[in-house]
């Protein structure tokens, strides 16, 4: 069996065409009608088309232009956020952090409208997991006093089994 014919290569206004040849021998075998076809050696063609040109174009000026706008908007900006951003006070941190507590185990807290009493004898734990973990041991809720803004007041929070009192108080951060 022999394939044969001419490949063409375009680039750009060049061409270049060559033919081409491939003999297969295939094996008389009346046991099997599917044939692997495998080339005696490897043949390879190879050559180049190349083209070289080089244009030198001026860049517009509007594009210019429109580039340094926007890197000038891009400076101001910068400058502006750096100048008019501050850094939160106390009371901000903790408020940021209550309600980032909130967020996490708000679903695991009962809010209460009296002011939770701390006997003198509560125990204090180092984490408000901790506390959550003691809830959930012992079957009580873990309580805390909203303020008026929702956040637990003083960071407080309770967890009261009995004559027993288990608490957490969020630092000053």
Known sequence: MVFS???SLQCADKTAEQPFSLAFSLPVDSKNTFYQLKPDADC???GSITTKERKIAALPILRL???VIFALSGLVLL????????????EEVQALFLSRLLRKYGSRLVF????LPLPDDAVSVTSLESLLLLGEERRQPVLCRP????????????VQDGSQCFFYRTEAR
């Open 65 to 67: 232009f429109a580039g």
């Open 147 to 158: 303020d008026k803004t929702g956040l637990p007041a003083d960071g407080l929070f309770t």
């Open 79 to 90: 400058l502006t956020a750096f100048l008019i951003a501050r850094r939160p006070t106390a």
């Open 5 to 7: 014919g001419t490949f």
């Open 44 to 46: 390879s063609e190879q």
């Open 112 to 115: 209460t409208e009296a002011a």
